[in-house]
């Protein structure tokens, strides 16, 4: 993607209620932030957040974090925030990468992709959001009865994340070639803004939803209630 600097969107941000620099402080905490108890849902690669921020005004009783890598993107998501002050929606400009730092383990309910960057070249692999390093980061955050849900034009991209999501361990529950002729999983479909570009040039849209791993609980009151379990039955 080719980015056009935008002067001052860092002090934007970082004068912002709404947005966060990789806040590690909140690991753990972003119940206390949003003052209540709803799930989070969040996108990684919002862009502009048009669907994050349509998803927050439909659905006010979850949370949504939008995260972002460049400021000069993430800074066009905020200033429509600053106008629609939603107190479900909030901001973080960071690199994925970091993920861990700043969601603590079973935090988030829901993750989207969006039309992610698709590095083409072997040697970066490791960089698309489906590969199995990033689903590794995903599990740690993710509730066991979360989901990921995966949209993109670029089957090269999807081919390969209907390998490594397997081999990540996640269950592929559904997932489809041509999204907008699949009637069922089109209910509440949002267009992002790469979506509408590029179906409108013709190109069919695939979508994968995925399951994280069973997570298996091994700490003293996990084996407790096993033990108690055993007694009784
Ligand atoms: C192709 S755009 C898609 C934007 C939007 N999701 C949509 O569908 O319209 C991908 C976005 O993901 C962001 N991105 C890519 N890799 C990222 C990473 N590792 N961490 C955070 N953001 C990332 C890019 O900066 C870019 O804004």
């Known amino acids: 993607m080719r980015l056009r600097n935008v ?104 993750i989207y992709l969006n039309f992610s960057d698709p590095w083409p070249k072997d040697r970066h692999a490791k960089r698309r959001l489906t590969s199995v390093q990033f689903m590794n980061r995903y599990e740690k955050l993710l509730t066991p009865t979360g989901r990921l849900e995966f949209k993109t034009d670029n089957r090269p991209l999807f081919d390969f994340s209907l390998e490594s999501i397997p081999e990540a361990n996640w269950d592929l529950t559904t997932y489809t070639f041509d999204l907008h002729h699949n009637e069922e999983l089109m209910v509440g479909n949002i267009m992002t803004e790469y979506e509408e570009r590029f179906s409108r040039e013709g190109n069919p849209i695939c979508k994968l939803i995925a399951l994280p791993p069973k997570k298996t609980y091994n700490n003293k009151k996990g084996n407790f209630y096993l033990e108690i379990h055993f007694l009784l039955y």
């Open 7 to 110: 002067p001052g969107s860092r002090d934007t941000i970082a004068k912002s209620h709404y947005c966060f620099d990789t806040p590690t402080n909140l690991k753990g905490h972003w119940k206390d932030f949003f003052k209540n108890t709803n799930p989070i849902h969040i996108e990684v690669g919002m862009g502009k957040g048009r669907f994050i921020t349509s998803l927050a005004q439909n659905n006010p009783t979850i949370n949504y974090i939008g995260i972002e890598k460049y400021s000069s993107v993430l800074v066009r998501a905020l200033e429509k925030q600053e106008e629609l002050l939603l107190p479900n929606l909030c901001f973080i400009r960071m690199d994925a990468e970091d993920i861990n730092d700043v969601f603590g383990e079973d935090e988030i309910s829901r």
